[in-house]
């Protein structure tokens, strides 16, 4: 029995291991990387990015569309997760990826927003965009794509 007893408490503690491993690989791999220099071929210019202590990002460019387009290369770098999950909220897909739940929370946000029809404004709004305006969101996609590109096998959950 005590020879059980091992064998059951180094088998619990061998999976408690792996399971902190494979728990800390699936949160640090997604995590942005901070230091260096990227090559963004969407951008014209040389564009510098800074962090502060609290990595807060300060961008500098010598263009307003460059500046966009690293803004959302860098919003995508910390966001892209938050990003997903208010598109999803606004076209009504919440429940797609956290099921109808126990008290049906995400499935009735979904049927609210359905309702207000805030896909299909944004739909007609984008058509309706002033020419600069369209330039500028844009830049932005290029950069949140460009980052979702670059990183697509470290893309957090």
């Known amino acids: 029995m005590a020879r059980f007893l091992r064998y059951l408490a180094s088998a619990l503690l061998l999976a408690a291991g792996l399971a902190l491993v494979v728990g800390w690989w699936l949160l640090h791999r997604p995590l942005p990387e901070l ?4 090559t963004i071929p969407e951008l014209h210019q040389a564009v510098l990015v800074d962090r502060d202590q609290h990595g807060v990002p300060r ?3 010598d263009s307003l569309e460059d500046l966009v387009t690293a803004q959302g290369y860098v919003m995508a770098q ?3 997760w938050q990003m997903d999950l208010l598109r999803r909220v ?4 919440l429940a797609e990826i956290f099921g109808p739940g126990p008290l049906d929370s995400a499935l009735q946000l979904d049927r609210e927003n359905r309702t207000l029809g805030l896909r299909e404004a944004a739909d007609r709004g984008v058509l309706e965009l002033n020419p600069d305006v369209r330039v500028l969101l844009d830049a932005y996609s290029r950069g949140v794509n460009r980052y979702i590109q670059d ?5 957090p959950l």
């Open 151 to 155: 990183y697509s096998g470290k893309l």
């Open 90 to 93: 606004a076209a009504g897909d």
């Open 78 to 80: 910390d966001r892209l």
């Open 35 to 38: 230091d260096g220099s990227v």
């Open 59 to 61: 961008i500098r460019a």
